[in-house]
């Protein structure tokens, strides 16, 4: 059985940084792409980054683009994110999840296992 585990989120003051990580195990991990998802109170679930099987590729939400990093070590079986210069409105839990193939996915539909979250508290 597939088992992801999220860490690394916290409270952070506006303008600081967080790394999370997410820890595969039970599968294939390099066989699949993989991707950041996050969820506000009171909103849907969003996408936030996604990377290729290999790390070669990445796709990121505009509203993170030049602040977050995704990135994976497929010899660790974890994926990270890399939150730079973080804004209030980025305050989320944050899920990270398998991709159904190696493909990368936007659409959560696409993902068949996800981790617990990791809650992400940014004050102003």
């Known amino acids: 059985q597939v088992q992801l585990v999220e860490s690394g989120g916290g409270l952070v003051q506006a303008g600081g940084s967080l790394r999370l990580s997410c820890a595969a195990s039970g599968g294939t991990f390099s066989r699949y792409a993989m991707g950041w998802f996050r969820q506000a109170p009171g909103k849907e679930r969003e996408f936030v980054a996604a990377i290729s099987l290999g790390g070669a590729g990445t796709s990121y939400t505009d509203s993170v683009k030049g602040r977050f990093t995704i990135s994976r070590d497929n010899a660790k079986n974890t994926v990270y994110l890399q939150m730079n210069s973080l804004k209030p409105e980025d305050t989320a839990l944050y899920y990270c999840?398998?991709?159904?193939?190696?493909?990368?996915?936007?659409?959560?539909?696409?993902?068949?296992?996800w981790g617990q979250g990791t809650q992400v508290t940014v004050s102003s």
């Open positions: 999840a398998r991709s159904r193939d190696g493909s990368r996915r936007l659409n959560e539909y696409e993902y068949d296992y």
